[in-house]
Structures are given as structure tokens and as C-alpha cells.
């Protein structure tokens, strides 16, 4: 099956540095990648659908200049965290739609958890 | 608003039968998947309805009632790495998916 890989798997910065988080698909091409976090216990939250070569499409209440996202091309998207806080820490998902899918399932990167001391 | 309901947790034994429900109110539907969620894992595909009926797949079963918005996940001869929570998502009319809270399942000898 399709294959997406994450990078760091868990990072630990201080307060007001910016960390960023590598979401790659191995075996196919991804227009189309998505920004997930994720709080203890909680259900997956949507923060951006990141489209290669244009800018990204952000969530409601998720800042733009603070989640910044970059899907240089068809197998990679980066967010970087910039002056992160404590409030940030959290559980990072990426995931991919495969093209020849259907847009039926996504998948997932192993995700990046981020604690901000 | 949009909204997915699925119990919080759920207890069963091994090799029982587990039934997890979830019902949903989203504006359109294109489709509900199960995921699977170990913890500090990523969530894994389990399985993907979008028709009325019982969409078997090994020990896991799916079902899906549009008219009710409803679904439920089963799971047969469970075993401890089922251990997992259980989640649930609908893609409404822009084909966005919307997430329930997830079901932690656990499981005990």
C-alpha cells in the first residue's frame, strides 16, 4: 500500500524557536496533502489541505503566519511552527490521498509529536 | 453544525464480539471510514461505506444506514492488539472529512 513517511518523529525545542516537520509520500505523487494535530484523547483536527505549487488552505482558527506550509513539490510538504509556545505541543498527522485511490482513503504519516518546553 | 457521535469507550473481552456505533449530521455525505488509532500512533484505514448494508473484511465488519445516519464498526474475535480507538469519519458535500472523537476499545483476557 501507499507509503507516507514523517520526520522528526518526536522533537522537543524551547519556547519562541520555530521547528519544522517533513511529511513525504514514498510511492506516489500527492497533489493534495493534509495537516492534522491532535490532543491527548482527542479527535483529529483538520489545520490545512497543503496543494503543490499554490499556497496553502487553511482551517478556521489556525493562523497562517504561524503554521507555515510549503508543499515544494509532489512528494513533500513541510510545516514549520514558528515561535512556538507550550500550547503547541501536540501530536503532528500528515496524511495523502493516493491518485489512483479515488479519493477514497487516506493516508497517514506516522506523525511528529512536538513538545515545547 | 456537523456533528459525529461515537461512545467514548468501550470494555469487551477477548474473543468476544464488539459493536461500535456512530451516527452523524454533516451537511452532504460522500462516504464514512473506520480508522484504527493505536496510541501515539497514526491512524490505519480499516474500512470505507458508502452504500447501505454490511461491507465485510476479515474480523472487522462495517455497516452503514444513510436514511438514519448511522454506522457501526464490528469486530469478531477480538483479540489484545485490538486494543486501539476506533475512529470514525464522514466526507460531507465538499468532500471534506469530518472526525468523531474516536471510541478507545479495550480489551481484557
Known amino acids: 500500500g501507499a507509503v507516507v513517511s514523517q520526520h522528526p518523529s518526536r522533537v522537543i525545542c524551547k519556547s519562541g524557536t520555530s521547528v519544522k516537520i517533513e511529511c513525504r509520500s514514498l510511492d506516489f505523487q500527492a497533489t493534495t496533502m493534509f495537516w492534522y494535530r491532535q490532543f491527548p484523547k482527542k479527535s483529529l483536527m483538520l489545520m490545512a489541505t497543503s496543494n503543490e505549487g499554490s499556497k496553502a488552505t487553511y482551517e478556521q482558527g489556525v493562523e497562517k503566519d504561524k503554521f507555515l506550509i510549503n508543499h515544494a513539490s509532489l512528494t513533500l510538504s513541510t510545516l514549520t511552527v514558528t515561535s512556538a509556545h507550550p500550547e503547541d505541543s501536540s501530536f503532528y498527522i500528515c496524511?495523502?490521498?493516493?491518485?489512483?485511490?479515488?479519493?477514497?482513503?487516506?493516508?497517514f504519516g506516522p506523525g511528529t509529536r512536538l513538545t515545547v518546553t | 453544525g456537523q456533528n459525529i457521535d461515537q461512545p467514548t469507550e468501550m470494555t469487551a473481552t477477548e474473543g468476544a464480539i464488539v459493536q461500535i456505533n456512530c451516527t452523524y449530521q454533516?451537511?452532504?455525505?460522500?462516504?464514512l471510514f473506520w480508522y484504527q488509532q493505536h496510541a501515539g500512533e497514526a491512524p490505519t484505514f480499516l474500512s470505507y461505506n458508502v452504500l447501505d448494508g454490511l461491507e465485510e473484511k476479515g474480523r472487522f465488519s462495517s455497516f452503514l444506514s444513510r436514511s438514519k445516519g448511522y454506522s457501526y464498526l464490528l469486530l469478531k474475535e477480538l483479540q489484545m492488539k485490538d486494543s486501539a480507538s476506533y475512529l470514525c469519519?464522514?466526507?460531507?458535500?465538499?468532500?471534506?472529512?469530518?472526525w468523531g472523537a474516536g471510541t478507545k476499545l479495550i480489551i481484557k483476557p
Open positions: 469519519a464522514v466526507k460531507d458535500s465538499n468532500y471534506q472529512l469530518i
Open positions: 454533516t451537511s452532504g455525505f460522500n462516504g
Open positions: 496524511s495523502a490521498t493516493p491518485p489512483t485511490s479515488g479519493q477514497l482513503k487516506q493516508y
